[in-house]
Structures are given as C-alpha cells and as structure tokens.
C-alpha cells in the first residue's frame, strides 16, 4: 500500500522551530520530485516548497525563504521541512507530496495525510 506519513506537528511558540518529516511506504521516492504545501482554514492550498530529485534544485514560496528549508534522506525514503522562526501566520495543516516526474513539475501523484502546525503564544 503506497502511503506518505507526515509527522512532526504541533504547538509552538512565535520564533520557534519545528521539523516536519514525511516517510514514504510501498514506493520509493528516491526517483521523484517531493512538494510540502499547507493550507489555513478558509484559505487556497499552498506549495510551500519543493525539492527536485534531478538536480537537488528547491524551490520556494517567497513567505518562507530564508525561515523554511527541506532535505531529503533517500535511504530512509524520507523527506524533511525544517522550519525556523515560525510566525502565526505559518499555523496550518502542513501535507506532503510526491510529484510525478523528478523535477517539480507540480503534477502529484500521492498525497499525506497532513499534520497541524499551530503558531501561537
């Protein structure tokens, strides 16, 4: 059964940090491009980031460069989002995905199930 597990969620403070992990099972996501979006209640979607298998290239959303950054660790099949200096702004359900091609063309092909970050003091 092919499954993305995001974890690494929680509560935290303005400033603070948290990591965020996605493993993958039934397939590996060595081969592909992996997304992190995340959405607040009431707004769009939002790709947030995205690591290219291709090249290593990453791209981001301007409202987290220099806060946010992801990694991956293919023997693990796992994919991170670190995410430094944390605003209210940021508090959503975070989700992983694993694009279809090994660039981050944006056509997805498996989706987590999402884990809550709430930025709040």
């Known amino acids: 059964q092919v499954q993305l597990v995001e974890s690494g969620g929680g509560l935290v403070q303005p400033g603070g940090s948290l990591r965020l992990s996605c493993a993958a099972s039934?397939?590996?996501?060595?081969?592909?491009?992996v997304h992190w979006f995340r959405q607040a209640p009431g707004k769009k979607r939002e790709g947030v980031l995205c690591?290219?298998?291709?090249?290593?290239?990453?791209y981001y959303a301007d409202s987290v460069k220099g806060r946010f950054t992801i990694s991956r660790d293919n023997a693990k099949n796992t994919v991170y989002l670190q995410m430094n200096s944390l605003k209210p702004e940021d508090t959503a359900e975070y989700y992983c995905?694993?694009?279809?091609?090994?660039?981050?063309?944006?056509?997805?092909?498996?989706w987590g199930q999402g884990t809550q970050v709430t930025v709040s003091s």
């Open positions: 995905a694993s694009d279809r091609r090994p660039y981050c063309s944006g056509w997805v092909d498996y």
């Open positions: 690591i290219s298998n291709s090249d290593g290239s990453i």
């Open positions: 039934g397939f590996t996501l060595d081969p592909y491009a």
